[in-house]
């Protein structure tokens, strides 16, 4: 079984891969009331999320 699907088997909560919502690349826009934020993939991997 792959992790994604263990997390998701495991949890009710909604699962996303941060690749697939950057579309393979390091930002993504993500809504929230009307308000844009910033996801963004760091080259050590990390994710950070700004208003």
């Known amino acids: 079984m792959s992790l994604?699907?263990?997390i998701r088997?495991?949890?009710a909560t909604p699962v996303h891969d941060a690749r697939?919502?950057?579309a393979?690349?390091?930002t993504?826009?993500?809504v929230l009331d009307g308000t844009p934020y910033t996801l963004r993939i760091t080259r050590a991997g990390k994710l950070i999320?700004?208003?």
Do not use: D, E, S, V
Request: net charge positive.
């Open 49 to 51: 999320l700004t208003k």
């Open 20 to 22: 697939i919502l950057t």
């Open 28 to 30: 993504a826009t993500i």
């Open 9 to 11: 088997t495991n949890t």
């Open 4 to 6: 994604m699907n263990a």
């Open 24 to 26: 393979g690349g390091t």
